[in-house]
């Protein structure tokens, strides 16, 4: 099995400033790393997929890195409307998936 | 615009048997594969199974003796059976388009598991 690490498990800054979150993967997975967003009550939405790849409609303030088993997300300028709680997910190991616990982002 | 609908009963006892169906609207099932999810109260996102393109199915290994997922009598649904619940077992659940990356998703159906 493949388990992923996130950290922090939470965090709180201010507007404007640069947001990062990093996942590990206890083997190389190659760029096979997805991040989601997910609001208290609501289902969670792709922003990332394959480590990099900004999803369709999705803002450019947020942005991925990494490959093998580190890979970081980051949000450029945090907005209030980014408070979530964001999940890195890996699909390497087909035909099952893991998702990372979570990071909280709040603002301060 | 594809979206996907989701209904099954929300409270049910321990020892009984969960079952969901989510419809895909604005499109066809036989396009991609499906998936369940489910998130504990206040947990993470644990993956339990999906459905391929040629019906093939693939679980959680730790939900897999009691999981089933299936195409649903109507055309585009699936559906997802757990059994010989128990209070673990509480959670929201969640039907998404899987292609590597999940990115559709319902709504969630919250489940209790309680007597």
């Known amino acids: 099995d493949i388990q992923m690490t996130q950290s922090p498990s939470s965090l709180s800054a201010s507007v404007g400033d640069r947001v990062t979150i990093t996942c590990q993967a206890s083997?190389?997975?190659?760029?096979?790393l997805n991040w989601y967003q997910q609001t208290p009550g609501k289902a969670p939405k792709l922003l990332i997929y394959?480590?990099?790849n900004l999803e369709t409609g999705v803002p450019s303030r947020f942005s991925g890195s990494g490959s093998g088993t580190n890979f970081t997300f980051t949000i450029s300028s945090l907005q209030p409307e980014d408070v979530a709680t964001y999940y890195c997910?890996?699909?390497?190991?087909?035909?099952?998936?893991?998702f990372g616990p979570g990071t909280k982002v709040s603002i301060k | 615009q594809v979206q996907l609908q989701q209904w099954g009963a929300g409270l049910l006892e321990p020892s009984g048997t969960l079952s969901l169906t989510c419809a895909v609207s604005?499109?066809?099932?036989?396009?991609?594969?499906w998936s369940w999810i489910r998130q504990s109260p206040g947990k993470g996102l644990e993956w339990i199974g999906g459905?391929?393109?040629?019906?093939?199915?693939n679980y959680n290994p730790s939900l897999k003796s009691r999981v089933t997922i299936s195409m649903g009598t109507s055309k585009d649904q699936f559906s997802l059976r757990l059994t010989y619940l128990t209070a673990a077992d509480t959670a929201v659940y969640f039907c998404?388009?899987?292609?590597?990356?999940?990115?559709?998703w319902g709504r969630g159906t919250l489940v209790t598991v309680s007597s």
């Open positions: 998404a388009r899987e292609a590597g990356s999940f990115d559709l």
């Open positions: 604005g499109g066809s099932l036989s396009d991609f594969n």
């Open positions: 459905i391929n393109l040629s019906g093939i199915t």
């Open positions: 083997h190389d997975i190659s760029n096979f």
């Open positions: 394959d480590a990099s």
């Open positions: 997910q890996q699909y390497d190991n087909l035909p099952t998936f893991t």
